[in-house]
């Protein structure tokens, strides 16, 4: 349980009484959001509150680590899909959360670990998402001979470690020719890498069907069952954001780990203490896009349905705000960030927008589409961005060593009277 409470540690929610009230707190939350949510199902507000209950959950420190996992799995396996199941649109936007948030902590790997800035993390993304898609469509078979028609769904597990694998060379690929690149040269590179990867994918007609994109991509399957239902991605979704949390904390806490620290903070000196920086960067960049490829495979069978469009520059700009807001290098932050800007871009705005037409409906006002909050979506975060640089640059939940080394760098000036370095 110690690496439990290492991870929920940072969290800046703390309910007050001890062990007891606090149970009877998260319960009472836990109740009530439940019941919100099966009056109201499409309301989003009770969406939104049902989502808060796992920051209740870990805000409960009087409660035993043990505890909060079990009623954290509690909520999430057997309470969200129960409720939900009424609205699969519910269930497909905690899976789609989930996804960012398995994107945001690959990326987290390579930003807030080694801090390697990569604004081309989303072709990654769309290796895997291509790979599942070429081969379950048929078109694989257009140009190998050994390929004879679409793969069936069964062929989707296998595939996600062929994700997996084909994304970590990809991610060595990238990060061989950039070893020597730092700061901003690096995050020209890694932009012109996914737009080069994006550009193909628009011009490869023969392999990717170009613009059009490859329909009909197969969902999985476990013998002659399909599991093409929102409640089976968001399982599915659910144990790989599982494993790649494990994988990370376990990284995060090994030798490779303090490399990785020891370069974000002071190359040089990393250098200097015999840190291999060659091998740490490109199992950064490999353990990075590892997760993306296995995402992509999943996103590419949830949709059913794969062009360019899905993989522009925004996308990996989206990833990079999410760690950025939850807070660069810890896992509970990143996981938070991602459902925050998930959940505006896909909820929260959408829902702004329909309640000001339904006012404007209801008294005679027709309002113009330039007014719609929905389009504005890329101003908003760059809104929220800018205010966290200013008040919180740490981020909602700043990971733990970063947080001890603000704390200590304010704390030293002011012991020493000098000003702040």
């Known amino acids: 349980m110690a690496t439990l ?52 959950i870990f805000g409960a420190r009087a409660v ?43 990326l987290n790997i390579v930003i807030g670990y080694a801090g390697l800035l990569d604004l081309g993390y989303v072709a990654f993304y769309a290796t895997g998402a291509y790979l599942w898609a070429i081969f379950s469509t048929g078109k694989a078979a257009e140009f190998l001979s050994f390929v004879h028609g679409p793969l069936s769904g069964a062929w989707f597990w296998p595939f996600v470690v062929f994700g997996l694998l084909s994304a970590a060379l990809m991610g060595v690929l990238l990060g061989i020719p950039v070893l020597r690149l730092h700061g901003d040269y690096l995050a020209i590179v890694t932009l012109g890498f996914g737009e080069i990867i994006r550009i ?34 968001y399982f599915i979704t659910l144990v790989i954001v599982g494993l790649i949390v494990w994988v990370t904390m376990r990284l995060e806490g090994s030798r490779i780990g303090r490399a990785w620290a020891a370069i974000r903070e002071d190359e040089t000196a990393a250098r200097a203490m015999g840190v ?27 949709q059913s349905y794969v062009d360019p469009t899905s993989f522009t520059f925004m996308e990996s700009i989206g990833v990079v705000s999410m760690i950025v807001l939850g807070g660069m290098g810890g896992i509970p932050g990143v996981a938070l ?85």
């Open 276 to 302: 291999p920086l060659t091998r740490a960067k490109l199992l950064a960049f490999a353990c990075g896009a590892s997760f993306a490829g296995m995402m992509g495979v999943i996103f590419a069978a949830k």
């Open 200 to 233: 193909l994918a628009a011009g490869l007609n023969s392999i990717t069907n170009g613009a059009v994109g490859l329909p009909g991509v197969a969902a999985p399957a476990i013998g002659s069952r399909q599991l093409g239902a929102a409640v089976d991605y």
């Open 337 to 421: 960030g991602a459902a925050i800007v998930t959940l505006l871009n896909v909820q929260v705005l959408g829902g702004i927008s329909d309640f000001i037409n339904s006012v404007g409906a209801r008294w005679g006002i027709q309002i113009p589409p330039a007014l719609n909050p929905s389009q504005y979506h890329q101003l908003i975060f760059g809104i929220i961005l800018v205010l966290m640089a200013i008040w919180r640059p740490e981020g909602l939940i700043p990971a733990r060593r970063r947080h001890v080394n603000v704390e200590e760098g304010a704390a030293r000036p002011a012991a020493s009277g000098g000003e702040p370095a």
């Open 5 to 56: 409470q290492r991870f929920v540690g940072p969290l800046w929610l703390r309910l007050p009484g001890g062990r007891e009230a606090q149970l009877v707190l998260v319960a009472a939350y836990l109740a009530f959001t439940v019941t919100l949510l099966l009056l109201f199902p499409r309301s989003i507000i009770a969406f939104l509150l049902y989502l808060a209950n796992l920051l209740v």
């Open 64 to 106: 035993p680590g043990s505890w909060q996992a079990a009623i954290a799995a509690l909520e999430t396996l057997v309470v969200f899909p129960a409720v939900a199941a009424s609205n699969p649109f519910f269930m497909g936007v905690g899976t789609t959360v989930a996804i960012y948030v398995a994107l945001a902590l690959g």
